[in-house]
């Protein structure tokens, strides 16, 4: 089976570098691709709040027969839940959809800096990790201002963040940000928005994966892999699943890792809908 690194927080606990997500996907299928992912092997679950799949992700736990403390698993809070007292009761809703005790990451899915409660459902969270729903927390989709606004309000840094990020898209000015204040860098959507696009057709990624003998998105991921990322493809396809979790063993030279970093095309957004985050 492929063994798939873990990284560490600044709060001395770890994740599964290579985990596997569930965006866009329907809570009865979740059930049963999330449980086919853990018997492949993947031990990092990521899901969230307005997904609606939580119940699905909790049901594939228990039928998996993985012991729940292999398994590391992440959710959201969302936009409309970033008042204090209806951020405390979201992750009490969202456990009891997962049937657990426990998150072992919760994350503010989005700054949404229009509503100016960000700083609030922080420091919700906050309360939340001293009271042991969840073991480590982070934020996603946060601009630098914000994020550097919620550490210094609090003085707690999230342990990391999840963002857009595929070679098109590397969003280098804002991990310089990150790595100063000892951040995690997460990438959803990591082979591209909606798992396609350029990056997967580049000729650079399919002349690479052509050297190895391997998938452009194996190439990909593998790249997240070098960089230090923590990366969560998504797929609902039984030997994508499978192949995905399989890039862990891809190892690229530091030649190819230099020409996919030539590839980024950022153009300063902090990536997904506009519409949904409101910059």
């Known amino acids: 089976m492929t063994s798939i690194p873990a990284v560490r927080f600044h709060d001395g606990h770890e994740i599964p570098q290579l ?19 853990l018997r492949a092997g993947y031990r990092h679950i990521d899901t969230a709040a307005v997904y609606g799949n939580e119940e699905g992700v909790g049901r594939a736990i228990r039928a998996s027969g993985v012991p729940r403390e292999e398994i590391f698993v992440t959710t959201k809070l969302w936009n409309d839940s970033h008042a204090h007292d209806d951020a405390l009761a979201a992750i009490d809703t969202s456990l009891e959809k997962l049937g657990l005790d426990h998150v072992d990451l919760y994350l503010i899915h989005w700054a949404k800096p229009i509503q100016g409660k960000y700083l609030e459902a922080w420091k919700a969270l906050i309360e939340i990790q001293k009271s042991g729903k969840a073991t480590s927390i982070g934020v996603s989709n946060f601009p630098q201002a914000e994020l550097e606004e919620i550490i210094e309000a609090t003085g707690v840094t999230p342990a990391i963040h999840q963002v857009e990020t595929h070679p098109t898209f590397q969003q280098s000015e804002l991990r310089e940000v990150e790595a100063a204040h000892e951040i995690l860098h997460q990438s959803w959507s990591p082979l591209g928005q909606g798992g396609a696009g350029d990056d997967l057709g580049d000729p650079v990624v399919t002349d690479i994966a052509e050297a190895h003998g391997v998938t452009p998105a194996q190439v990909v991921i ?22 995905n979790l399989a890039a862990a063993d891809v190892a690229l030279s530091e030649g190819e890792i230099a020409r996919i970093d030539a590839l980024d095309r950022a153009d300063g957004r902090i990536g997904g809908d506009p519409q949904e985050c409101d910059f």
């Open 19 to 37: 985990g596997y997500g569930v965006w866009q996907v329907e809570n009865d299928v979740a059930a049963d691709v999330v449980e086919q992912a």
């Open 222 to 243: 593998a790249w997240h892999l070098a960089k230090g990322f923590v990366v969560i493809p998504k797929s609902v396809t039984p030997e994508r699943i499978v192949s």
